[in-house]
């Protein structure tokens, strides 16, 4: 044991474990009402999934404990990590915790930084709009695979930039749904059912392998076009005329998030860029896609809170389309996102390993456990967010927001190990949400109240719209 205190209070175990499968019926049958329960029973909580015992951590401050100032006792790991690895490769999210992780995230961490995502705001919201402003009016729609295509969209747009040929963008399209169901049911079902030969199993490799083509492709076309050219053609340096800067600012306009990987020092392996880019494509899509479905929703059944976004955008825009400077300006349609990211996760379950006996708030984690943290869990807690149900964007208005509101929200992680999109995540989810809300006067939802349902994001079990040009009445 380490510095820490010798580990002195026996730890709960949830009640309502069964024979041979442990809690695993309650985190099938109502995960969400499950996880947030375990509050109740003390600070780490014992569950079993299967034969395997997880700790559940419900005191915020011994969440960061795991992810910041313990980390190192802590590291990425789990069934479900092991399970994405055979498809995402050494991608960031998947990478082990050591010398490769921090070595591939400091290469990476340029791709992500403020400027960067600025320089690709334009393309980002033509690209939005052009999607949005297809929709056929009054047809209702599917609003997840609505939101999922137009974050897919406007990643594509940004990672790898303006000019991706057509028929890449359109494969990309069709593929990214059916490899993120595949994906959900490989990390789902045993290891020893998805190594079998069976028919979904060789379908998910085939088209994860026709992914890896698929980047490789684009890969290949950013590099052509990336690479360096100078006037006499000798790569050497040259005194450069105006008309060869224009072509090289041209390019930058037209180049991705992706040309700054390229040149990363030392360089990325095909095979690295590949898990990257997975990685990243599976990351960016359905956290956000998901995130903007609630938020339409939640819009569309509170009328005060549409009026004021509408109000906000008609004072910071006029007439005019959308601009990346007015971003900062939108406070109100990020405090709706914000509070569409606290109410519904969207992440709701990450795991760690313990890679040695450690206290944790008097309770010991044995080496080897796996250990669990739910932004979900702690952003519903009702001591810290009064009313967890209640969707309230003026929670996160300045002087209501008290510190330990700011602590609870995990959404984004913490740590070595935080989200490392959430300032790209920020920028995609205002410009489509805004240009949603510009686009149609009118949304209206078509189907029943929608379920809460927890898969790898908390998603609606369903939720269709009409979104119509005309105000009703
Ligand atoms: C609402 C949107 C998003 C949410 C709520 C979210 C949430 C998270 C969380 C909770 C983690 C940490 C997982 C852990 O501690 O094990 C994470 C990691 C990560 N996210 Fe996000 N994410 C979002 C959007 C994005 C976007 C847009 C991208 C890419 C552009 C992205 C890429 C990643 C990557 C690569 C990691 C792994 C970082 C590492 O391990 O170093 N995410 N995300």
């Not at 921090?102 to 400027?115: K, W």
């Not at 069709?174 to 069976?198: D, F, H, S, V």
């Not at 340096?237 to 020092?265: I, K, M, V, Y």
Request: overall charge positive; proline content about 8%; some cysteine.
């Amino acid at each position: 044991m380490s510095a820490t205190t010798t580990p002195s209070v026996p730890t709960p175990t949830a009640p309502g474990s069964l024979p041979l499968i442990g809690h695993a019926h309650r985190l099938a049958r109502d995960p969400l009402p499950f996880i947030t329960s375990l509050r109740r029973h003390g600070s780490v909580v014992r569950i079993r999934i299967g034969p395997s015992p997880a700790y559940v951590v419900t005191d915020p401050a011994l969440t960061r404990r795991v992810l910041v100032t313990d980390a190192a006792h802590f590291v990425k790991g789990g069934r479900i990590i092991d399970a994405l690895r055979v498809f995402f490769g050494d991608g960031l999210a998947t990478v082990a915790d050591g010398d490769a992780h921090l070595r591939n995230r400091r290469l990476m961490q340029p791709m992500f930084n403020t400027s960067h995502i600025a320089d690709r705001g334009h393309a980002m919201i033509g690209q939005v709009r052009t999607l949005v402003e297809a929709w056929p009016e009054d047809v209702p729609r599917d609003v997840c695979a609505d939101m999922n295509r137009t974050a897919l969209a406007a990643f594509l747009v940004a990672l790898f930039g303006t000019d991706l040929p057509g028929h890449l963008e359109n494969e990309f399209t069709a593929l990214m749904p059916e490899i993120m169901k595949g994906t959900i049911r490989q990390t789902l079902l045993p290891a020893w059912i998805t190594g079998l030969p069976l028919p979904a199993n060789r379908t998910h490799a085939a088209r994860a392998a026709r992914l890896r083509t698929l980047i490789d492709q684009a890969v290949d076309h950013r590099s052509d076009r990336g690479r360096p050219s100078t006037a006499d053609g000798t790569g050497e340096p040259s005194a450069e005329c105006p008309r060869a800067a224009a072509r090289r600012e041209e390019g930058t306009e037209r180049a991705g998030l992706f040309a700054a990987l390229l040149t990363a020092e030392p360089p990325f392996t095909r095979q690295q860029l590949q898990d990257e880019v997975i990685t990243l494509l599976t990351g960016a899509i359905e956290t956000t896609g998901t995130t903007l479905a609630w938020a339409l929703y939640e819009i569309s059944r509170n009328p005060a809170i549409e009026r004021l976004l509408r109000d906000e955008l008609t004072t910071v825009c006029g007439d005019r389309p959308l601009r990346h400077e007015d971003l900062d300006r939108l406070v109100h349609v990020r405090r709706v996102l914000q509070e569409a990211i606290r109410k519904y996760g969207p992440a709701w379950m990450v795991t760690r390993t313990a890679t040695r006996d450690v206290e944790l708030g008097g309770h010991l984690v044995p080496e080897g456990a796996d250990v669990v943290w739910s932004p979900y869990l702690h952003q519903h807690d009702p001591r810290v967010f009064p009313e967890p149900g209640v969707f309230d964007p003026d929670r996160w208005a300045p002087g209501r927001t008290p510190a330990a509101a700011r602590g609870s929200f995990l959404a984004f992680g913490d740590g070595r190990r935080k989200c490392i999109g959430e300032n790209f995540a920020w920028t995609e989810l205002q410009i489509v949400l805004a240009t949603v809300v510009r686009t149609w006067p009118r949304f209206t939802v078509t189907s029943p109240a929608p379920s809460a349902r927890a898969v790898v994001t908390v998603k609606p079990d369903r939720l269709t719209m009409t979104f119509a040009s005309v105000m009703s009445g």
